[in-house]
């Protein structure tokens, strides 16, 4: 009997949205290093993360120095960035950007 594993979706690269906005990931170890650009709005350069189910999920520190969370969701050469967990009134839980590589 053999077992196919779905590979794990690669995330590595840089995104880019139409406003200038920008995520950059690379993969350092066994854990993803999330740099987000939110054109006039914010930058979060500390995000850390790892893939569940297809999923990159991660936690950074937002603009006024509290957590947050989301989740990164891959299909084909586009991303779409979810704000998860967050106390920031500029993005709100469920705040959605696409990005393209």
Not at 30 to 50: A, E, H, P, Q
Not at 78 to 94: A, K, Q, R, V
């Amino acid at each position: 009997c053999k077992v196919t594993v779905k590979p794990e979706t690669s995330f590595n690269g840089i995104y880019r949205s139409e406003d200038g906005s920008k995520v950059t990931i690379s993969k350092k170890g066994g854990k993803y290093k999330i740099d987000i650009f939110l054109c006039r709005l914010t930058n979060i350069d500390d995000g850390v993360g790892s893939v569940k189910n297809n999923i990159l999920y991660f936690s950074a520190t937002d603009a006024n120095g509290n957590p947050i969370k989301g989740n990164i969701k891959k299909s084909g050469k586009e991303i779409t960035l979810t704000f998860s967990n967050s106390t920031w009134t500029y993005l709100p839980n469920g705040t959605k950007y696409q990005f393209y590589k």
